[in-house]
């Protein structure tokens, strides 16, 4: 799925994708 975000918003993104990659 494509997620537009704000730029500050992306970094969070990242971080909730690889919290999801770890499960």
């Known amino acids: ?3 537009k975000l704000p730029f500050t ?3 969070r ?3 909730e994708l690889k919290a ?3 499960k």
């Open 9 to 11: 918003g992306w970094k």
């Open 20 to 22: 999801v990659l770890r």
């Open 13 to 15: 993104a990242m971080a």
């Open 1 to 3: 799925r494509i997620i």
